[in-house]
């Protein structure tokens, strides 16, 4: 059984920093890339950032470059999101993901993160 849980969320000041953790099992974590998405209110899912099976290879979407930083650990299954800078604009349920095709119907229940002053 694939499971997908991730921790770390809450509410924060802008400028503020968080770090969300993703715990993964029933699968064979280190055979795949992994992503973090999030949902903002009122637009679609959107990939935020990704990290290779190996955890060489880092990319990020535009927004948050240079304030995120994707990282795993293959010897725990997990993988993390540091969030450094936030800003309003961030607040957003994230989720992981393994990068398969077969997974698209598994999701976790997200981790709520609100930036508010």
């Known amino acids: 059984q694939v499971q997908l849980v991730e921790s770390g969320g809450g509410l924060v000041q802008p400028g503020g920093s968080l770090r969300l953790s993703c715990a993964a099992s029933?699968?064979?974590?280190?055979?795949?890339?992994m992503n973090w998405y999030r949902q903002a209110p009122g637009k679609d899912r959107e990939l935020v950032a990704t990290?290779?099976?190996?955890?060489?290879?880092?990319n990020y979407a535009d927004p948050v470059k240079g304030r995120f930083t994707i990282s795993r650990d293959n010897a725990k299954n997990m993988v993390y999101l540091q969030m450094n800078s936030l800003k309003l604009e961030d607040t957003a349920v994230y989720y992981c993901?393994?990068?398969?095709?077969?997974?698209?119907?598994?999701w976790g229940q997200g981790t709520l993160v609100t930036v508010s002053s």
């Open positions: 029933g699968f064979t974590f280190t055979s795949y890339a």
């Open positions: 990290i290779t099976s190996g955890g060489i290879q880092l």
């Open positions: 993901h393994p990068d398969g095709g077969r997974f698209w119907h598994t």
